[in-house]
């Protein structure tokens, strides 16, 4: 916590100091282009990765980057509920669910019951993507269990968007065409993000051009 202090510190008498203007303006208002869904990972952090500054993204993060399907979880929906807003108040024009290597989700999504010992909402919580599972024990039963992973980290990007459009307010904006989807995948051992090209069915780095 000590270190949390220091940095507080150090902001608000350097950083925060030079941008005065700039915070005082986005203090009235937000208006991000982008709503950038991933996982409560420590390891990931949205704004470092694309460089971007406060106001440019509206950010949901949650264990494992999952949307629940509309109406999958009826009471108290938070995701829903920020998507709601991001799409419909705030009129995001892209929406981006990034996955990332090593998902401490998507491996306890291959584990046993008794992995989640004492732990029921995260069991149920991850159970939302238990068809990304079924998926890859389906078409990738010969794969290593350590490509098995990496295949369980994309998947669950794309289960994700699939989820998206069934909200029927992300569906008329998708057909208005007012709404773009994007699937990136963060690799944070060698700092590339790849994003899904549904012509060629797979994940592309993306490059500075």
Known sequence: MERLYKGIHKFQSSHFKR???FFRRLSTRQTPEVLFITC??????PNLVTQ????DL????NVGNIVPPHNAI???NSV???IEFAV???KVTDIIVCGHSNCGAMQMLRRNEAAFLGMPHLKEWVEIAEPVRRIVDRFYRDASDEMKERITEKENV????RNIETYPFVEMALEEGSVRLHGWYYDIGTGRIAAYDPETDSFENISAA
């Open 19 to 21: 941008e005065e203007e």
């Open 40 to 45: 409560a990972d420590s390891r990931v952090d």
């Open 52 to 55: 971007s500054s406060p106001g």
């Open 58 to 61: 509206f950010i949901i993060r």
């Open 74 to 76: 009826k009471d108290k």
């Open 80 to 82: 829903a509920a920020a």
């Open 88 to 90: 419909l108040g705030l």
């Open 158 to 161: 794309l289960m994700q968007l």
